[in-house]
């Protein structure tokens, strides 16, 4: 079955500097790839997607790029806030609506 | 995008009582949907995928005896645990999507969660 990794743990940046999180799968056949952003005691929330037949998409501040041949994708979140402290989880789907969830990224933006 | 809403938002149990979570699609037909749970600062494991109108399908290691899973409408689906034990205290999430087996659309939405403490 699919497995999901996820780097790093946590991360720390200044105000307005650029974070970075990274996953790999394992499944060539997942195609669909979303980011969610949880903050304490709620549900996920989805903040950007990619399909398996693109390779970078952009959201403002948010952009993901995803690297087929060596299953990995990442997140990159540029001119970061404090707001955007939180935990994200990257997630794959090979098209069930079934998604395996990477084991998160504690994001802390320091003012 | 479309709401999924999780009802109640927290619950505090007595051992060996059962207690139930819902989960409606307000704004659309959930023809799947998903039940996880989520330990602290862990991650999302599923637990178990349900369709409507039929029997859900349980992850590996997931008791489907203690996690009792019902899928009545394309609008609800609820999550009842049995019996609960400390043990059983998490936070419980669902997500919906519907999207059938041609639509290539495969987002699902996600609920607020259920904090369940059993005491």
């Known amino acids: 079955g699919e497995n999901v990794e996820q780097h790093p743990s946590t991360l720390s940046v200044q105000e307005g500097d650029s974070a970075v999180i990274k996953c790999t799968y394992s499944d060539s056949a997942s195609n669909y790839f979303p980011w969610y952003k949880q903050e304490l005691g709620k549900g996920p929330q989805l903040i950007i997607d990619i399909r398996s037949n693109v390779g970078e998409k952009k959201d403002q501040r948010i952009a993901v790029t995803l690297n087929k041949t060596a299953k990995h994708f990442s997140l990159h979140i540029t001119e970061t806030q404090p707001e955007d402290s939180a935990v994200y989880f990257c997630?794959?789907?090979?098209?069930?609506?079934?998604?395996?969830f990477g084991t998160g990224t504690r994001l802390k933006v320091l003012a | 995008g479309a709401v999924v809403s999780q009802h109640p938002s927290r619950v505090i149990c007595k051992s060996g009582t059962s207690v139930k979570i819902e989960c409606r699609s307000l704004?659309?037909?959930?023809?799947?949907m998903f039940w996880y749970r989520q330990f602290p600062k862990k991650s999302l494991m599923l637990m178990a995928t349900?369709?409507?109108?039929?029997?859900?399908?349980?992850e590996q290691g997931v008791e489907k005896d203690k996690f009792l899973i019902n899928h009545a409408s394309l609008t609800l689906s609820t999550l009842t645990v049995t019996s609960a034990h400390p043990e059983d205290s998490s936070f419980y999430i669902c997500?919906?999507?519907?999207?059938?087996?041609?639509?290539?659309?495969?987002?699902?939405?996600f609920g607020q969660g259920t904090r369940l403490t059993v005491v």
């Open positions: 997500s919906a999507s519907g999207a059938s087996s041609l639509d290539l659309n495969t987002e699902a939405f």
């Open positions: 997630a794959a789907s090979e098209g069930t609506y079934k998604y395996i």
């Open positions: 704004d659309f037909q959930a023809t799947t």
């Open positions: 349900s369709n409507e109108g039929s029997k859900a399908t349980y």
